[in-house]
């Protein structure tokens, strides 16, 4: 029998509350008290000060099912939606932490036990990861756990060393894979096929254990911590025999959802998926109060919302449609997160307008986009084109990217960044594109966020 994804979300945090992790809810995609940072991105965020040791909480473990996206920042898997079986801009991160509580041993044990003894997954399909120089992890994965060693996969990259930032907590990282089978393009971390979808990274376990020094030294922490992950998505489509993310229950439903809605039979249509990947990353971030505009977190929310749009134009969809996805988002999501059935209005709302205004555009700046691609030589978008689809027609320049990409090309962007410039230096105004949001809904603001400078180095925001 396959298991929902929200038994299996209730099943992880029942879990570790059995062993005495407190069960903490998700917090906020906006983050709180942390500029530097676009979106949450992982569970440990909400955590930090308990891990730099600066906020003592009432306890040392704790558990959390946390809503994260990635789309812009340092982590940024929008260009990877509709290209991988793995990637969404939003998804779930199922974590428990250990705030100098238990460490190494113990962190290892508990994955391998939720995986193969809670979960039933077989033992074989599993490999991992290890920092190169990590022998106690080896030591503890192949005499403790029993894993043969060439299940054990030492990796010198920082994709195995996590860090927080330049000096503070870091260590290594310990990763767990599941290998969907053979007839499946991919090889294992390291080869020189990782990047295929065969094996899936579905589980990463941070040993916080040194603290870096300004000089680069690394002092043992007097008392290592835990941070985990696990995509909830990816060990749903596992449990659920399938292999993408994108067939599991939630999505399975999703994806009929917006076919009906744009009219499309085709269930399989990678359009279809980035719409339901992007109503989840949209929904959730003006849930969470961003609006859209034309900077920082806004302006990453506006671009979602116009890829999604254009994906729906793609597949022949000529009226407003976006919206009509978020009551299927709320049946599914509403229970964990009753926020998002308390916001749906002004969700439905934000998103009507949002793509009413870009409709008007839309079609004209894709006729001119579509001829122009029929007749180009070479490989490259013109950089100018990119920008009159910008200024003009209001397309981001990823979503032009985006477009280009299905035919194989690119898209010239030291050309746009030129044509940019040139046309700031003329001091016209900066975009037709802004919609007074205060006369659709009251949203309150985030008064205490005055970080979209420093935030709009890291969004690659134009
Ligand atoms: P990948 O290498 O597959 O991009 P990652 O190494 O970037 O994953 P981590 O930063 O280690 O991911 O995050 C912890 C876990 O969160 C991952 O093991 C994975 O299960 C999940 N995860 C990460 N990014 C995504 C995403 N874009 N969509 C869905 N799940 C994700
Ligand atoms: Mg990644
Ligand atoms: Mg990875
Ligand atoms: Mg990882």
Known sequence: MTRSTADIRRAFIEYFNKHG??????????????????????????????????????????VSSQRCVRAGGKHNDLENVGYTA?????????????????????????????????????????????????????????????????????????????????????????????????????????????????????????????????????????????????????????????????????????????????GSDDLNNKSLRVIADHIRSCSFLICDGVMPSNEGRGYVLRRIIRRAVRHGYQLGCSQVFFYQLVSQLVAEMGEAYPELSEQQAVIEKVLKVEEEQFANTLD?????????LETLEGKQVPGDLAFKLYDTYGFPVDLTNDVAREKGLTVDEDGFEKAMQKQKEMAQSASKFGADYANVVKVEQDTAFSGYDALSASAQVI
């Open 21 to 62: 992790h407190q069960a903490v809810p998700s917090s906020s995609l906006v983050p709180h008290d942390d500029p530097t940072l676009l979106f949450t991105n992982a569970g440990m965020n909400q955590f930090k000060d308990c891990f730099l040791g600066a906020e003592k909480r009432s306890y040392t473990r704790a």
């Open 86 to 262: 793995r990637h969404h801009t939003f998804f779930e991160m199922l974590g428990n932490f250990s705030f100098g509580d238990y460490f190494k041993e113990q962190a290892i044990n508990f994955a391998w036990n939720f995986l193969t003894k809670e979960l039933g997954l077989s033992e074989e399909k599993l490999l991992v990861t290890i920092y190169h120089e990590d022998d106690e992890a080896f030591d503890i994965w192949h005499q403790k756990v029993g894993l043969p060693a060439d299940k054990i996969i030492r990796i010198a990259t920082s994709d195995n060393f996590w860090s927080m930032g330049d000096t503070g907590p870091c260590g290594p990282c310990s990763e767990i894979f599941y290998d969907h089978g053979a007839h499946i393009w991919g090889g294992p971390p390291g080869s020189p096929e990782e990047d295929g979808d065969r094996f899936i990274e579905i589980w990463n376990l941070v040993f916080m254990q040194f603290n870096r020094q300004a000089d680069g030294t690394m002092e043992d922490l007097p008392k290592p911590s835990i941070d985990t992950g696990m995509g909830l998505e990816r060990i749903s489509a596992i449990l659920q025999n399938v292999h993408s993310n994108y067939e599991i229950d939630l999505f399975e439903r999703l994806i009929k959802a917006a076919a009906q809605i744009v």
């Open 364 to 372: 004209r700046g894709m006729s001119i986009l579509n001829q122009a």
